[in-house]
């Protein structure tokens, strides 16, 4: 892979390293469906509801909100979300999503990145989830001679995307586990994996306005990655629904805006003033503060 990479010095700006992923929100078509499916099938729990809107989590803020829009229906080969990622505290909670999956015979798809372990899955509107647990003592991944490259422990090198020993991490489960409790109240959105029209464009944006660490564009892959403190991504971001895509009409099935959540207000305020200098539009909602990426995808920012 052609992966470029951006130098960074000590006059750029930095969104703080201790930037976390938010909420989600999602527009869907039937929302009755879709909370009946992240209660008994992802394992959130319904923090609240009105007519058209709800939000899931773990007991604590909000991880995933969804609002129903009559009529609403998806668009293919437009921008927006390719998946957003649970983030479990360990292989034992990962089994135990895995293993509920399995006993519901819901398609999911276990895969081995090496550092770290997961399942992808699509809900019932077709929005894509991963659910996945860092294992770092498996190995890393490093950026070696323009290549993306995943390597074991001992050495030796993967193509990051194996079949997850699926058998291997049912070993961490015992009789006493029950499926249908809800994932534990240190689960929270790990990342974000977007479908944009410009590599180049976002890569801009996400890093040299937002302040993301870039790390790392592949071009042959079409697809890079920012983080937040040098995370392996906090967002994912790739044209593999075409160069130029276009994004989908409003009240479109999918993504409505992905959540940051920084630190304090000072640093909130730090990276608002930076965006502001740069020319970009914020607007101002009930959520937080707004921007969107050059392919129209939405992004929220908001303090603890």
Do not use: C
């Not at 129903?68 to 957003?84: E, I, K, L």
């Not at 697809?223 to 593999?240: E, K, L, P």
């Amino acid at each position: 892979m052609d992966v470029q990479t951006q130098s960074q010095t000590k006059t750029e700006f930095r969104i703080h390293p201790a930037t976390l992923p938010g909420h989600v929100h999602l527009t869907v078509a039937d929302l009755d469906n879709q909370i009946k499916f992240y209660e008994q099938v992802i394992g959130l729990k319904l923090h609240w509801r009105n007519e058209s809107s709800a939000g899931l989590g773990v007991g604590n803020e909000d991880m995933l909100r969804l609002t129903q829009v009559a009529g609403a229906r998806r668009f293919p080969n437009t921008t927006g979300m390719y998946h957003f990622a649970i983030l479990l505290p360990n292989r034992h909670e990962l089994a135990r999503a895995i293993a509920r999956l399995f006993a519901l015979h819901y398609p999911n798809y276990p895969t081995d990145h090496i550092m770290t372990k997961t399942t992808y899955l699509d809900d019932p509107e077709g929005n894509n989830i991963e659910l996945y647990t860092e294992s770092p003592e498996d190995g890393t991944w490093t950026m070696e001679n323009g290549n993306y490259v995943t390597r074991r422990t001992d050495g030796t090198l993967s193509d990051g995307r194996e079949p997850l020993d699926v058998e291997a991490l049912f070993g961490e489960l015992s009789q006493d586990d029950r499926l249908d409790q809800p994932m534990p109240s240190n689960t929270r959105i790990g990342h974000y994996h977007l479908y944009v029209a410009n590599l180049e464009n976002s890569r801009r944006f996400y890093h040299e306005i937002l302040g993301f660490d870039d790390m790392g564009v592949a071009r042959s892959f079409r697809m890079g990655m920012v983080s937040a403190g040098r995370y392996h991504h906090h967002i994912g971001f790739n044209t593999w629904k075409g160069e130029g895509a276009p994004p989908p009409p409003p009240n479109s099935l999918g993504l409505r805006y992905i959540t940051f959540v920084l630190p304090t207000q000072p640093d909130l305020d730090l990276l608002l003033e930076h965006i502001r200098q740069t020319g970009t539009r914020i607007d101002e909602t009930e959520n937080g503060w707004q921007v969107r990426d050059p392919s129209q995808n939405n992004l929220v920012f908001t303090r603890k």
